[in-house]
């Protein structure tokens, strides 16, 4: 019928969106002088972030350096380092550029820090946070 509202909607709670992750590096960001920086914070990506690096003239040399370029744009804090840039991620250890890419992965593909894990003792299966928090901490 013409001029016939719809009836309201039940409102349905408001789910916010989580845009920032916290982690904890394996290893640790060792800078110039010999400090350890381990805590840090990353952003979820927007599609900027994954098209500006294709224009990179290290990724046009080498593919494998997109990593490196994509990660600098979301990490925006290791410990006291707020200018996370290319070069900051060359320094990282393997063990946590691996943890990094993973993370990556799991907040921009999946939303969440959540991994299926099982106990080798008793094969038990449960889920833990690998964004690194301390135990206790939500």
Same mark, same amino acid.
């Given at each position: 019928?013409?001029?016939?509202?719809?009836?309201?909607?039940?409102?349905?709670?408001?789910?916010?969106?989580?845009?920032?992750?916290?982690?904890?590096?394996?290893?640790?960001?060792?800078?110039? !002088? =010999? $400090?350890?920086?381990?805590?840090?914070?990353?952003? #979820? &990506?927007?599609?900027? %972030?994954?098209?500006?690096?294709?224009?990179?003239?290290?990724?046009?040399?080498?593919?494998?350096?997109?990593?490196?370029?994509?990660?600098?744009?979301?990490?925006?804090?290791?410990?006291?380092?707020?200018?996370?840039? !290319? =070069? $900051?991620?060359?320094?990282?250890?393997?063990?946590? #550029? &691996?943890?990094?890419? %993973?993370?990556?992965?799991?907040?921009?593909?999946?939303?969440?820090?959540?991994?299926?894990?099982?106990?080798?003792?008793?094969?038990?299966?449960?889920?833990?946070?690998?964004?690194?928090?301390?135990?206790?901490?939500?």
């Amino acid at each position: 019928m013409a001029g016939v509202a719809d009836p309201p909607r039940p409102t349905e709670p408001r789910r916010e969106l989580r845009t920032e992750f916290a982690f904890e590096l394996p290893r640790g960001y060792v800078d110039d !002088a =010999g $400090v350890v920086h381990q805590a840090g914070t990353m952003r #979820l &990506a927007t599609a900027r %972030d994954e098209l500006v690096p294709l224009r990179d003239d290290r990724v046009r040399e080498n593919a494998a350096y997109l990593t490196v370029v994509l990660l600098a744009r979301v990490v925006t804090r290791i410990g006291d380092v707020t200018d996370v840039h !290319a =070069g $900051v991620i060359e320094n990282l250890f393997a063990a946590d #550029l &691996a943890f990094l890419q %993973d993370l990556y992965r799991r907040v921009n593909s999946e939303g969440h820090t959540r991994a299926g894990v099982q106990c080798p003792q008793c094969g038990h299966g449960f889920a833990v946070d690998v964004s690194g928090g301390r135990l206790g901490e939500s």
